[in-house]
């Protein structure tokens, strides 16, 4: 019991913390809590010119590479002090060897690269330090939004992360409009008696700076993988015949989801195999129209109503092709009903998903069934009993 009083977990920067018989904090790497990690597949392998290079993270998706210049004895989850613009910082080593010369922002092999130095192996007394700059970051955060609201300032202040000396903090904000603050420093360095950073973020960031759980179940992605973030539109639904409604295109930033972009190319890629069809479809019994186009399986749906789905014929891109040659020859096709009234469409309408009261029906039936006939159970058990 007091053993699991003394461990707490941050996972904002990936450790577990737990204080000996002795009173001394220790911390260790915990994997499964850090945001952007990375899988070392070449952990086995040895890559020459950059054995000397470590990533280095520090809280939530802030990451970047460090050189050993010394030629300390490191390994991925040691606790590392490493060289800051002024003063220290401490981080955590998370990725090393072959594996961090095929990170996109790492250029070991760039002989004009300038990394900063790690000098130490963290100690007692530094990790001590350290989180006694994390535990002021919240405090410091609800503060600096109280000065910013007073100067009338348009913009929200989202993260705070302090230095691992206690020097210095990086106040990560998002506004839509350039913001003046210099008048805002200057309280800030007055409260806080620290050095002051201001680093503008998008709500992408931020949401991935938070963290959460997306509506498909899984970690978000702006935190589990996404380092940069491309434009999303609105054609990135359109084209995968998504319904655009807000509610469900927008993420928890508020923006359109990034997973958009996922799939466009695919669709793009069937979509170039389906001929475009302006008219409706000549055929012996009338005209169909275009209801509906499984893009990836290339099946259309035509009606003979155009604007009713209640009897949709589904046609392949060939069959398509081949009725449109016969129309541009000035003849009329064969009827669907003849050929489809075998098949049953598989395209189902989504009008009424969004209903919460549609899986109430059935029950109210099975109940009223059961109120009509109270005894219906005890009739079939003495009808087997006598027989």
Request: net charge positive; with cysteine; aromatic share 8%.
């Amino acid at each position: 019991m007091n053993e699991n009083e003394n461990i707490s977990f941050d996972c904002n920067r990936g450790v577990k913390l737990m204080r000996d018989m002795y009173d001394e904090l220790n911390c260790t790497y915990q994997v499964g809590c850090c945001k952007l990690k990375d899988y070392d597949w070449l952990s086995s392998m040895k890559q020459s010119g950059c054995d000397d290079i470590f990533e280095i993270r520090f809280k939530n998706t802030r990451k970047a590479f460090y050189k050993n210049a010394t030629g300390l004895s490191l390994q991925v989850g040691d606790i590392v002090v490493v060289e800051a613009t002024s003063g220290y910082d401490v981080g955590i080593i998370t990725l090393s060897g072959a594996t961090v010369a095929r990170q996109k922002k790492c250029k070991c092999h760039s002989s004009n690269e300038d990394y900063k130095k790690i000098y130490r192996k963290a100690k007692a007394y530094d990790i001590e330090k350290w989180q006694d700059s994390i535990s002021r970051e919240h405090s410091v955060m609800i503060q600096s939004r109280k000065i910013a609201a007073e100067l009338g300032l348009e913009m929200k202040i989202g993260d705070v992360e302090f230095q691992g000396d206690g020097t210095k903090a990086i106040f990560y904000y998002i506004a839509d409009t350039r913001v003046d603050f210099r008048q805002l420093i200057k309280l800030f360095a007055e409260a806080f008696r620290i050095r002051i950073e201001m680093k503008q973020i998008g709500a992408r960031q931020e949401a991935g700076l938070i963290g959460g759980i997306g509506v498909c179940g899984r970690e978000l992605c702006c935190s589990n993988h996404i380092s940069s973030f491309k434009s999303i539109t609105t054609s990135a639904a359109r084209c995968q015949d998504l319904s655009l409604n807000p509610q469900k295109l927008a993420g928890q930033c508020g923006k359109l989801k990034c997973c958009l972009n996922y799939e466009v190319a695919s669709y793009l890629d069937a979509q170039s195999r389906i001929p475009r069809i302006n008219e409706p479809l000549e055929l012996e019994d009338g005209q169909a129209f275009l209801m509906k186009t499984d893009i990836l399986r290339g099946i259309l749906y035509f009606s003979y109503e155009k604007t009713s789905l209640a009897k949709l014929y589904p046609l392949t891109i060939s069959e398509v092709k081949d009725i449109m040659r016969y129309n541009k020859s000035g003849r009329k096709a064969c009827s669907l009903k003849n050929e489809n009234e075998n098949k049953e469409t598989e395209f189902v309408t989504a009008v009424g998903d969004d209903s919460i009261t549609r899986f109430d029906k059935n029950k109210k039936t099975k109940r009223r069934n059961r109120v009509n006939n109270p005894n219906k159970n005890t009739r079939q058990f003495k009808s087997k009993e006598d027989a």
